[in-house]
């Protein structure tokens, strides 16, 4: 199956933590050239001694940005252009998080969530989707959350970002396909990740703590990122990793959504 990423040349947004960090790792046996986006050059740089160490014919490279700036997008695929690089496959991994009721959110915080989680993927997903067609090939991964398929009290604007992160990339794979690209949307529930610090506004309680409270639908990243790997050497349009997450969710889908409406409203004032 990873056969399918066989000197792959993969672009990983979101590559200094969690989902991103552990897609790079899964990658390395099998691609031919990692390029490894974050804003955090510290950790990007002891990712990459890593990987060149446990693999020594692999290309990593590493770009620093703050993706949610449309010139460090514009210079991301000006420095491709110039080193001569062509991505085949792009991982959309970087997003993140708000927990709290929305009137007292803070509107900087929200607005760099829909920056990232919507029009830093679109435009990275335009700007390189021109020299996967030009090839002939190629496969994107956009990393959405199960929140995407229900709007999440406490959690709105997220679920609304990761709402869009599915539906584009369902439109975009149908649209592709022809074409030779495929597109999938990875749509995980909770994984242990520094996703939940983010999202935890200060002074507010820790949402890791939902790990316990739903500790049969957590996955590990290790868990998340095979099934996401796996869905895209399938060509699956979208994917839920957890075989009990992704039961619930059909059954939830199934249920009238007035009867939907009311549990969530009946959970969120339980968070
Ligand atoms: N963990 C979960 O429970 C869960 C569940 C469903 C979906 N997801 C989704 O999974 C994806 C990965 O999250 P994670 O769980 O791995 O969380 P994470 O450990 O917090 O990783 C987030 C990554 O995004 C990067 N990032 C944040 N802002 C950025 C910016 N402006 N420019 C460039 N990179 C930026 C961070 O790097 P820097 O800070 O170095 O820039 C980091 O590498 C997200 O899209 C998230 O919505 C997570």
Redesign the pocket.
């Known amino acids: 199956m990873m056969n399918f990423f066989n000197n792959c040349t993969a672009l990983i ?9 552990e897609f790079s790792h899964q990658l390395a046996p099998y691609a031919s050239r990692l390029i490894l ?4 050059i510290d ?1 990007l740089d002891a990712l990459a001694t890593h990987l060149r160490e446990l693999h020594p014919n692999l290309d990593v490279r590493i770009f620093a ?4 700036l449309a010139e460090r997008r514009h210079a991301l695929a000006d420095w491709l252009t110039d080193e001569d690089i062509e991505v085949n496959f792009l991982v959309n ?5 708000d927990h709290g009721p929305f009137d007292t959110s803070d509107w900087e915080r929200v607005e ?1 969530m829909i920056d ?2 919507i029009t ?1 993927l679109t435009h990275l997903t335009h700007l390189l989707v021109q020299g996967m067609l030009e090839n002939g090939r190629g496969a994107i991964l956009n ?5 995407g398929f229900f709007p999440i009290p406490q959690m709105a604007v997220y679920s609304a970002t ?1 709402a869009y992160v599915t539906s584009f990339s369902e439109a975009l794979a149908m649209e592709l396909r022809p074409q030779g690209i495929s597109v999938t949307a990875l749509c ?9 610090d ?1 999202a935890t506004r200060p002074g507010e309680e820790d949402q890791a703590s939902h790990f316990k409270t739903f500790p049969a639908i957590v996955v590990s ?1 290790q868990e998340a990122v095979r099934t996401g790997l796996e869905a895209v050497a399938r060509e699956r349009a979208r994917v839920i990793p957890g075989p009990l997450l992704a039961a619930a969710v059909a059954v939830a889908l199934m249920i009238p959504f007035c009867i939907v409406r009311r549990i969530l409203a009946m959970n969120s004032a339980k968070l």
């Open positions: 947004t979101g590559a200094s933590s969690g989902l991103g960090e986006v974050a804003r955090r950790r940005a703050d993706v949610t991994n970087a997003g993140l998080g760099n990232l989680n830093s990393v959405s959350s199960v929140a990761k995980p529930g909770p994984v242990p990740t520094e996703f939940f983010t990243a």
